[in-house]
């Protein structure tokens, strides 16, 4: 089975803190997805990548950015943490081409307060 | 541009009733569609999907077909299981380059009475 695993499901922070938040898959995906989740928004695209170094700005980049050195992970930082940014963050992977199943992992749920 | 609607929730139902979700799109070309499911607390995951007209996506006994004429993929079930409750999401890829353009629906919320 695919596995796409997220280092943390509960983290709280501090209004300006840097945080990490870091992903990992074990299916050799070349693309990669950082979503954000929230109650009347459904999910919104942060940041994908399809390949080592390469990223491309989704609908929300602003106040995010990513990493991507290795394939097999992905990941989300926030540069200087506020409370606009407490929310559901989805990692998820997949193949390259278009109309191949997205996985996703269980979700982290930020609080920065 | 794509887009992808469907209906709002939540939906509530009791135990053995019949479920539809609807979805409906807006897409140029011949996109792929898909449901996701969202259980508590977890990440999504692929329920079924179909890639071409008239095609039917099923599993778990939920089925959709993909209809080009209504541009539609409604999500269906005979009997609903208190353990369907969950957040179903309706999405379409445009098919065209790389998968970063899954367009998805608001999510619809379920849940099943005993």
């Known amino acids: 089975d695919v596995k796409v695993t997220q280092s943390s499901r509960y983290l709280v922070k501090r209004t300006g803190e840097k945080v990490f938040l870091e992903c990992v898959q074990d299916?050799?995906?070349?693309?990669m997805f950082w979503y954000r989740q929230d109650p009347g928004l459904g999910l919104r695209l942060i940041y994908f990548s399809y390949d080592v170094k390469m990223k491309e700005k989704g609908d929300i980049p602003e106040g995010y950015s990513v990493s991507r050195e290795k394939k097999e992970r992905f990941s989300l930082i926030l540069e200087s943490a506020s409370t606009n940014q407490t929310s559901m963050y989805l990692c998820?992977?997949?193949?390259?081409?278009?109309?191949?199943?997205?996985?996703f992992g269980e979700g982290s749920w930020l609080t920065v307060v | 541009g794509n887009s992808v609607t469907q209906m709002e929730g939540p939906v509530t139902l009791s135990e053995e009733a019949f479920l539809t979700i609807n979805c409906t799109y807006t897409a140029t070309g011949y996109p792929s569609l898909f449901w996701y499911v969202q259980y508590p607390g977890e990440g999504l995951q692929l329920l079924l999907k179909a890639t071409k007209a008239d095609d039917k996506g099923s599993n778990k006994g939920f089925e959709a077909t993909y209809r080009k004429e209504t541009t539609s993929f409604h999500l269906e079930k005979g009997s609903v299981q208190v353990s369907d409750s969950a957040v179903y999401f309706c999405a379409l890829s445009d098919n065209a380059g790389n998968n970063r353009k899954l367009i998805w629906g608001l999510g619809t919320s379920l849940a099943v009475n005993p």
């Open positions: 299916m050799d995906h070349e693309n």
């Open positions: 998820a992977s997949s193949y390259l081409s278009s109309g191949n199943t997205i996985y």
